[in-house]
């Protein structure tokens, strides 16, 4: 069956330090891949897509791997601020390509420490 | 306006009622999606609607479940005699992949409890 996994336990890291997530799937070939960041109470906020030709995207403090042999994209946020702290989803493009549907995984909750 | 609006932004009925949620996207976004969210949980896909193809509804659980987009615009999800398994945030997005790639944009979604 088609699954999505992401930490499932809480990460708390110490403000400067780089935070890591993980992205794992099966039984998917998405075209694209992308991270959302959603705060208790509101909707989520896009944050990075990734093609399946793409090894790597930056944008300023956030890096996203993508790689399709492993099934597994990595979400990294450099220099952590305590303002990071949220949750973190990921999500797949589930038609291959034809349509803009979107699953997602379950999320990430983040924890920044001052 | 400048983002995804849903009404009401809670709702609490009682259970066999029925309920109408709304969602007005970003003018000129051709996609629109609902979603699910219960707690401490991830975003559970509903139904996807694009331009003037028929809409995608493999996400709906139960027939109780519909959605119509109305003028290529406003969509309104309606939940037929609730039940307390309803009870989630329901969560409205759209995107428009000409305009702005495939990134979806949600709204505030609406708190849904069944009692």
């Known amino acids: 069956s088609q699954k999505i996994e992401q930490n499932s336990e809480a990460l708390n890291i110490q403000e400067g330090k780089t935070a890591t997530l993980t992205c794992n799937y099966t039984?998917?070939?998405?075209?694209?891949l992308q991270w959302y960041r959603q705060d208790p109470g509101r909707g989520p906020v896009f944050l990075l897509l990734i093609r399946e030709n793409e090894k790597e995207k930056r944008k300023e403090r956030l890096k996203v791997t993508f790689d399709t042999t492993l099934k597994q994209s990595l979400f990294h946020i450099t220099a952590s601020q305590p303002a990071d702290s949220a949750t973190y989803l990921c999500a797949l493009e589930s038609g291959g390509g034809a349509t803009n549907k979107l699953i997602f995984g379950t999320g990430t909750l983040l924890a920044v420490q001052p | 306006g400048a983002g995804v609006s849903q009404s009401p932004s809670n709702k609490v009925t009682e259970k066999g009622k029925d309920v109408e949620l709304r969602c007005d996207p970003i003018?000129?976004?051709?996609?629109l999606y609902w979603y699910r969210q219960s707690l401490g949980q991830g975003l559970e896909f509903l139904i996807y609607?694009?331009?003037?193809?028929?809409?995608?509804k493999s996400g709906l659980p139960s027939d109780r479940f519909s959605a119509e987009r109305t003028g290529g615009s406003v969509s309104t999800l309606t939940i037929q005699r609730t039940q307390q398994e309803d009870s989630a945030v329901y969560l409205c997005?759209?995107?428009?992949?000409?305009?702005?790639?495939?990134?979806?944009?949600f709204g505030p979604g609406t708190r849904l409890t069944v009692t």
């Open positions: 609607f694009q331009g003037n193809s028929a809409p995608d």
């Open positions: 003018s000129g976004h051709t996609a």
């Open positions: 039984n998917y070939s998405p075209a694209y």
């Open positions: 997005a759209s995107s428009s992949y000409r305009l702005a790639g495939p990134e979806q944009y």
